[in-house]
């Protein structure tokens, strides 16, 4: 894969990084892309740096050479080589592709003394940018949120996107900081998983694309130190899309995300209770679906914290499918809202929901490590097979 040309276009109401690109995948170039509102144009300058970091994995998992013809930063270089490491150790199938291109000189005036956000409306994110407005303190004073169209969902899969971006808009009027509204074309051709591959060196990239404005931009963590997983954004990976001018934070890993609302509760509780927005489901709408894996994840400890019926974004109050959606959520944020559950003292029925999903589930995996150090291991993905289609089956027939 590799990067041809980068320039900058301006055009009636806004300003756009391009990028020329070519894949032995595709029988032509093609344009990568972000745009801005064109107030934002001195933010925006002809960078190949947010498309070495946006390409990266997609080279990789096209087993394709990663070539940049323009020359990069310098630290960012550096640090490309070691996260293609970092995602061909978690992921051996995937090419360690090569990386040609050449370092730039140095820019020595100085950079942007501000920082920024990605900001969604979900917990993780809610808590990065109230804890930087007034109550911690990055190197420079956070003054934007960035909203990204065509990242989380790809541009083709937005529906009412305008109530989403109108959502973040009134967050970031609340707490007194500018709002920026982006858009990317990267998923209509990297069609990666976003959430166990992309995420990190996708918002990065876009950080990087701004990076004429900012001296720090913030990536909301999605786990916690305490259970470090390998998805697509990491404190291990995140940090090191950074450039000598534009540093990448992974922020809030400090606590667990149960803690993280509890805090955005305290800080400001009715701005949160009247936005909160963290649906896997959403396309685009301000509202939740209250039966997606995430929805019940943070409906859990709101109503361990006793506020569920404050929370106007989660309609159906009803706990009647949780059980079921819990069952399947990722094991660490299932044992996170039990732990919290108790230590809050929250509704006993809460605790004990929590409780017994979470034995049925350790429980599977002694089983499961006692099979695979048996002589019955070999059948073992045939017996996982046949439940996930039974599984499928039960789904497509509700």
């Known amino acids: 894969m590799r990067l041809n040309t980068v320039s900058v276009r301006a055009n ?10 070519e894949s032995e995948q595709t029988p032509e170039p093609f344009e990568l892309y972000f745009k801005f509102p064109i107030e934002y144009e001195p ?30 930063s310098p630290q960012l270089l550096f640090h490309l080589g070691r996260v293609r490491d970092i995602f061909h150790t978690w992921h051996p199938q995937f090419r360690r592709s090569e990386i040609l291109a050449k370092p730039r000189a140095i820019d020595p005036a100085p950079g942007a003394n501000r920082a920024a956000t990605f900001f969604s409306g979900g917990v993780d994110s809610f808590y990065t940018l ?20 065509g990242l989380e969902k790809p541009l083709d899969f937005l529906k009412d996107v305008e109530a989403s971006e109108q959502l973040v808009r009134t967050i970031a009027d609340a707490v007194g900081v500018g709002c920026i509204i982006g858009e990317s074309n990267l998923r209509a051709y990297f069609d990666a998983d976003w959430l166990h591959l992309y995420c990190g060196s996708g918002l990065a990239a876009a950080a990087l694309s701004l990076g004429g404005g900012f001296s720090h931009v913030c990536i909301a963590s999605t786990y916690s130190y305490r259970d470090p997983v390998t998805i697509g954004s990491t404190p291990l990976t995140d940090e090191r899309y950074s450039t000598e001018r534009v540093r990448i934070v992974h922020d809030g890993a400090e606590l667990a995300r149960p803690e993280k609302l509890a805090r955005i509760l305290q800080w400001d509780r009715d701005l949160v209770l009247k936005h909160l927005r963290v649906c ?35 309609p159906n109050k009803s706990m009647a499918h949780w059980e079921e959606v819990a069952a399947h959520d990722t094991l660490p944020f299932v044992e996170e809202n039990l732990e919290f559950a108790r230590a809050h003292n929250g509704d006993p029925a809460v605790t004990a929901l929590l409780e ?3 034995l049925r589930r350790r429980r599977k995996q002694a089983l499961r490590s006692l099979l695979l150090n048996s002589p019955l291991s070999g059948v073992l993905p045939a017996i996982v097979g046949t439940r996930r289609r039974i599984r499928a089956i039960k789904d497509r027939m509700k």
Do not use: W
């Open 130 to 149: 109230l804890k930087y407005r007034g109550r911690e303190a990055l190197p420079a004073p956070l003054t934007h949120v960035i909203f990204m169209r």
């Open 280 to 314: 896997v489901m959403n396309f685009g709408g301000a509202y939740n679906c209250c039966e997606c894996r995430k929805c019940v994840r943070t409906m859990l400890p709101l109503r361990s914290l006793g506020v569920l019926d404050e929370a106007v974004t989660f």
């Open 43 to 72: 933010f925006v300058s002809a960078s190949p740096d947010p498309f070495a970091v946006a390409m990266l994995v997609p080279a990789m998992l096209r087993g394709e050479a990663l070539q940049i013809s323009p020359p990069l």
């Open 356 to 358: 017994q999903i979470v």
């Open 12 to 21: 009636g109401d806004a300003v756009s990084l391009i990028a020329e690109v």
